[in-house]
């Protein structure tokens, strides 16, 4: 998938882009909301986490992109996920370790990440 920014803003407000079983919205990592000492609502957000990947990867797949506020479905506005010291590998790391007890150890996933003019990432 080669895109940018700029071929994001077709999806905005466009309901041929609507969630489907194939893709989802979200605005944020909401585990990454919560101080690590939260560890109430971070274990809650970490189970909502490993739910939306399980739950593409026991279809035939699809696409969640993280950074997107949307309304009833559809994208209203590309928004970006702050990464801290831009460092997207250790973000990728640390997100697929959070899928390690997930069993049967789930497929290959593949991230994506688009750099966005306001220095956040959509994270695909």
Known sequence: MD???NDFNEILNNPDYAESEYLDYKLNFSLLEYPKNDTHNRNQTLAE?????????????????????D???IA???????????NT?????????????IM???????F??????????LVI
């Open 3 to 5: 895109c940018d920014e």
């Open 49 to 69: 986490f490993r739910s939306d990947i399980c739950s593409f990867a026991n279809s035939s797949g699809g696409y969640l992109i993280y950074g997107v506020r």
């Open 71 to 73: 309304n009833k479905g």
């Open 76 to 86: 209203a506005e590309i928004v970006g996920i702050d990464i801290p010291d831009n």
């Open 89 to 101: 590998e250790k973000f990728q790391l640390d997100r697929k370790n959070n899928l390690n007890p």
């Open 104 to 110: 049967p150890k789930m497929p290959s996933l593949q």
């Open 112 to 121: 994506k990440f688009i750099l966005l003019s306001n220095g956040r990432y």
